[in-house]
């Protein structure tokens, strides 16, 4: 299974890659420039201090769409429909992971303050573009610091929420979430839950400037 990380070369997709990477999984890092998503590539190998990886490889964010099996969206909000646009036809049915979340830092303001979009999330954004495709939209990741992911030598504390209105899809995300050392994933029902997720990241964000940290996740108790 491949794992097409689309706008890739962003700290979020970075770190996700090398994560996965760690794990053994094939990853493509897709950007709109070759070379961009390769001195990717080679930063991840850096960091893994590790020149030999081969389940690594980088692309334009089309072939990576056209090669992957799982599409994973780590872009600004200001990019996400430019983005899907470019890779749609090339989706087909399989599982588009977003990671995206509105806010207004992606549009020249405050970092911790929330964007409502028209469709009520950023992944249900994603799934109103793609519905007359037969792809799988799951929103995942949204919560987990680019900061915890390049952190290599600690596990990464935090739960993941991930929402889906197809369980297939959903538990198949789950499953590859918890492929990160020390992750849980939880199932957070369907898609338009990702409308309350995704509020949580500004206020970790708020927390990381408040306490002078960049680690700050989410733990659910009582699970």
């Known amino acids: 299974m491949k794992i097409a990380i689309i706008g890739g070369t962003g700290d979020q997709g970075l770190g996700l890659a090398l994560r996965f990477v760690k794990a053994g999984e094939d990853i493509i890092i897709g950007s709109r420039d070759a070379k961009k998503a390769e ?26 769409a056209k090669e992957g099996d799982i599409i994973l969206l780590t872009v600004p909000l200001q ?24 806010l207004d830092g992606c549009l020249g303001g405050r970092p911790t303050r929330y964007v409502d979009v028209w469709q009520g999330s950023a992944a249900e954004r994603t799934a109103e573009l793609l519905e007359n495709t037969d792809a ?8 987990i610091s680019a900061a915890s992911l390049l952190n290599i030598k600690d596990d990464v504390d935090c739960d993941c929420l991930v929402s889906s209105d197809d369980e297939k899809a959903r538990k198949e995300v789950m499953a590859l979430a918890e492929k990160i050392p020390n992750v849980r994933s939880l199932d957070c029902g369907p898609l338009e839950n990702a409308r309350i997720v995704e509020k949580i990241t500004p206020l970790l964000i708020n927390l990381n400037i408040r306490n002078k940290i960049k680690l700050a996740g989410l733990r659910i108790t009582g699970l």
């Open 39 to 64: 001195n990717a590539v080679d930063m991840v190998k850096e960091m893994l201090e590790d020149g030999e990886v081969s389940n690594i490889h980088g692309s334009t964010n089309v072939d990576a």
């Open 136 to 143: 799988k939209v799951v929103s995942a990741f949204n919560n």
């Open 79 to 102: 990019a996400q429909i430019v983005t899907l646009r470019s890779i749609k036809e090339y989706i087909g049915d399989k599982i588009v992971i977003d990671a995206t979340v509105p």
